[in-house]
């Protein structure tokens, strides 16, 4: 079964500092990875995925993401974080081919100070 | 830009109780999601919904849970008899493909309160 970890659970930034999220997943076949952030009182949004190509892909708002398989993992990074970046991220993964339900890591609240 | 819809925001019940939590996916949407998330814990995907039958069921989706589409707009999660351990958000999404590379929009979540 796949299963998703961030170990981040709530990071505290002061503005401008650089973000790195991490995500590790355990999956048996070509996954498909995703992040998505949940600002206060709003939907979950997607902000980047993954899906073949260069490992390195880049979402909106300034965020990026690094794919390495041999580490099975997928980083959020910022270099430099602002006020309303203050929310919850979730990395999330599903399969390919035909299997479309996403599975969830635990998210992280990030709170950005100013 | 077209967004996933809920009602109601927040549903207060008794267990035993049946609730019906709404959603309207983004109109040309063919694929149909429900997921939950008890607080603290992660979003756990429950139920996907496609051409008027279920695709895939997590092993929470039991004989409590159906989904509906009962008309070409809103896709209904009804629990029959809710329990406590039922209180979570529910969020619907929804997705023009199904197959894994079809993003997901999300709505903004039903809070169930089960008493």
């Known amino acids: 079964a796949q299963s998703v970890s961030q170990h981040n659970h709530h990071v505290i930034l002061s503005e401008a500092a650089s973000l790195e999220l991490g995500c590790n997943y355990s999956y048996g076949g070509t996954v498909n990875l995703f992040w998505y952030v949940q600002y206060p009182g709003q939907h979950l949004q997607l902000l980047l995925k993954?899906?073949?190509?260069?490992?390195l892909v880049k979402g909106i708002k300034g965020f990026e993401a690094e794919f390495i398989k041999s580490k099975f993992s997928f980083n959020l990074r910022k270099p430099s974080v602002q006020w309303s970046d203050t929310a919850e991220y979730f990395c999330a993964v599903n399969g390919g081919g035909t299997a479309s339900k996403l599975t969830f890591g635990t998210g992280t609240r990030l709170q950005v100070t100013l | 830009e077209p967004e996933v819809t809920q009602t109601p925001s927040h549903q207060v019940t008794q267990m035993g109780q049946e609730v019906i939590l709404r959603c309207v996916p983004i109109?040309?949407?063919?694929?149909f999601y429900w997921y939950r998330q008890i607080l603290g814990q992660k979003v756990e995907f429950l139920v996907s919904?496609?051409?008027?039958?279920?695709?895939?069921k997590s092993e929470i989706f039991d004989d409590q849970f159906s989904v509906e589409r009962p008309d070409g707009s809103n896709f209904t999660l009804k629990i029959r008899s809710t329990k406590l351990e039922d209180s979570a958000m529910y969020f619907c999404a929804s997705s023009e493909r199904g197959r894994a590379r079809g993003e997901q929009y999300f709505g903004p979540g039903t809070r169930l309160t089960v008493t």
């Open positions: 919904f496609y051409n008027n039958e279920i695709s895939e």
């Open positions: 993954y899906f073949s190509g260069d490992p």
């Open positions: 109109s040309n949407h063919l694929y």
